[in-house]
């Protein structure tokens, strides 16, 4: 079955404690993407990537940190959470990354940093 | 930056009745696209719409854009109950990288 994966789904840490919420697509899909979802705001774009070893920013950046070594795994990193990090997390893939193709989505990470 | 701007915010129906959602975007774009998410889950891809097209059908849905007017909608025909969700459109922002923008979402409520 085509799907994205992510986890965990729910998370809830503490400031400072670094953490890392993986993803796995199995669609061979060379466009891999990182948002956050917060109410009233709707998706809001952290990290895209085109390709392996290809990342670039998306709208929110900043706290977050990416790496594709490998097609299939788009990982997210918060080197050092804080409380407005605590938000909804997910993660898409699309065969390309030219917007002419449907994302699929992951089912979501909800995460609380304390 | 919010590109794309959906209006209303929430919209409350009765079963069988027409839903019509609209999303205003600023830059130009060369692919809208609808996404669709039942509470507190994954989006779900409904239709795509490129810049050089005016309206396509799919099922019960029907979209326009209008790039003069940077605007598009989403008509949802004969809505069921199942069909309460949140609607989202998203653009990419033809503006030499690779970025997804999504509005903040319409909230419809259909009732049964």
């Known amino acids: 079955e085509a799907q994205v994966t992510q986890n965990p789904r729910y998370l809830i840490t503490v400031t400072g404690k670094k953490l890392t919420v993986t993803c796995s697509q199995n669609?061979?899909?060379?466009?891999m993407s990182w948002y956050r979802q917060d109410p009233g705001l709707g998706l809001r774009q952290i990290y895209y990537?085109?390709?392996?070893?290809?990342?670039d920013k998306g709208d929110v950046p900043e706290g977050y940190k990416v790496s594709r070594k490998e097609k299939r795994n788009f990982p997210l990193i918060l080197e050092s959470p804080s409380p407005n990090q605590t938000s909804l997390y997910f993660c898409?893939?699309?065969?390309?990354?030219?917007?002419?193709?449907?994302?699929?989505f992951g089912d979501g990470t909800r995460l609380s940093i304390l | 930056s919010q590109q794309g701007e959906e209006d209303p915010q929430a919209l409350s129906i009765q079963e069988g009745e027409n839903a019509t959602m609209n999303c205003s975007y600023k830059t130009s774009i060369n692919n809208l696209q609808w996404y669709r998410q039942n509470s507190g889950r994954g989006l779900v891809h409904l239709i795509l719409?490129?810049?050089?097209?005016r309206e396509k059908h799919s099922g019960r849905l029907r979209v326009t854009l209008d790039t003069s007017k940077k605007s598009s909608s989403l008509l949802i025909t004969a809505s069921r109950a199942a069909d309460t969700a949140s609607y989202f459109c998203a653009t990419d922002a033809n503006t030499g990288g690779f970025k997804t923008i999504f509005g903040a979402g319409t909230r419809l409520f259909v009732k049964a």
């Open positions: 719409i490129r810049s050089n097209e």
């Open positions: 898409a893939s699309s065969q390309r990354g030219m917007g002419n193709q449907p994302q699929h």
């Open positions: 669609m061979n899909h060379e466009y």
């Open positions: 990537s085109m390709n392996v070893e290809v990342t």
